[in-house]
């Protein structure tokens, strides 16, 4: 270590450059990262925050709940097996609602749940669903970015139907759209409505989308075996399902991934430059007795100090610049995944540094001082 800082501090503009690229590189990769993280909570949020563990879809509706329809009677039959107290019926609608006085649409995704139920998110503002208040939603926080507030009353586009913002809720999207909240029996109404406009009786088939199930994975099989034309999928499958999910976060993966190669690719070549011009030096070094271990754990010493200072320094820019970051860009970047990206990025540049430790070993002491045979 001594002989790898004594180099650095003699040739500062040289891993000062190196530095530079490493602090771009790295900053990049944690930006990628909070990026990708926040496009996959603002995609599902209203389904990650709930407490529920599996969901009971139609069959061979892809899990995806916006083409699964589960008729409500299968509610009873499921909360016999797992419990009442485990199984609360979902509904869920994508649809465009206009707040009164006003001409701007908001695409929405209404959910519909049991007041008081364990799906019900925290209100941060104004008051909690109930059974006996009608047309009251709870809408999300970002909708008041577009003027709504409780008390504005939004307009359904396509049934017409008008509900009366009740409070605000944090982070609920579902699909990159802010959530409404609705009681079930708003629910019921708004499906009639739409039953009655296609001629059928507003009275036999009110459906939801979705069983939602909580804590009981032994009972996973006994669902699916007691409720005929229906699957049970976990949560993290209800999420992949959503629209744009998978593709959305596997472009951001590649993106994420090649960002680590490029990373120790450029690393590798700095590094082995830098050795190739150091040859005569190592040599020297040899032919007085410095152990090849020593002169390896050299390189890797400066590979490390830079990586871990690169770190160091991006992750105080990528502070200030979440800081100023606008309210609508979803970014999120927690402890952890920043600890592990943190630990991956060292991990690959020490493993970019592995050929010109290689090159190290390789060194004759004789040729490199330039002996002449003979």
Not at 11 to 16: F, G, I, Q
Not at 196 to 214: C, E, L, M, T, Y
Request: aromatic share 8%.
């Amino acid at each position: 270590m001594f002989l790898a800082i004594r180099e650095m501090r003699f040739a500062k503009a040289r891993y000062l450059l190196i530095a530079t690229i490493m602090v771009l590189v790295s900053f990049l990769v944690l930006f990628v990262t909070g990026l990708a993280q926040g496009l996959a909570y603002d995609n599902a949020a209203s389904i990650k925050n709930m407490a529920a563990t599996h969901f009971i879809m139609e069959q061979d509706s892809d899990h995806r709940f916006t083409r699964s329809q589960i008729d409500q009677s299968l509610l009873a039959e499921a909360g016999l097996i797992a419990g009442a107290e485990n199984a609360e019926p979902l509904g869920v609608k994508m649809t465009t609602v206009i707040p009164a006085g006003d001409t701007q649409k908001i695409d929405v995704t209404l959910l519909a749940i049991n007041p008081g139920g364990w799906l019900e998110p925290k209100v941060t503002e104004g008051s909690p669903l109930s059974d006996e208040a009608k047309g009251r939603v709870l809408v999300d926080k970002t909708m008041a970015d577009y003027g709504v507030k409780i008390g504005t009353t939004i307009e359904d586009q396509a049934s017409g139907t008008k509900w009366i913002v009740n409070g605000f809720v944090k982070n609920e999207s579902f699909s990159h759209t802010p959530a409404v909240f609705l009681n079930k029996q708003d629910w019921v109404n708004l499906q009639a409505q739409a039953q009655a406009r296609q001629g059928a009786d507003p009275a036999s088939s009110i459906v939801f989308n979705a069983i939602a199930i909580k804590g009981v994975p032994e009972k996973v099989k006994d669902l699916q075996a007691a409720l005929p034309n229906t699957e049970v999928v976990t949560k993290s499958e209800a999420v992949s399902a959503i629209p744009g999910y998978k593709e959305e976060q596997g472009s951001l993966m590649m993106m994420i991934a090649f960002l680590f190669v490029i990373s120790a690719f450029v690393l590798a070549v700095f590094f082995y430059v830098i050795t190739i011009q150091k040859t005569s030096q190592f040599g020297i070094l040899k032919a007085i007795g410095t152990r090849t271990a020593y002169l390896a754990g050299s390189v890797a010493s400066q590979v490390l100090a830079l990586s871990v200072g690169s770190l160091f320094i991006s992750v105080i820019l990528l502070q200030l610049f979440e800081s100023i970051l606008p309210s609508s860009m979803p970014f999120q970047l927690g402890y952890s995944t920043l600890l592990l990206t943190c630990l991956i990025f060292v991990a690959m540049s020490l493993a970019g540094s592995l050929f010109s430790v290689w090159k190290v070993t390789k060194i004759d002491a004789l040729d490199a001082i330039g002996r002449t045979v003979a």
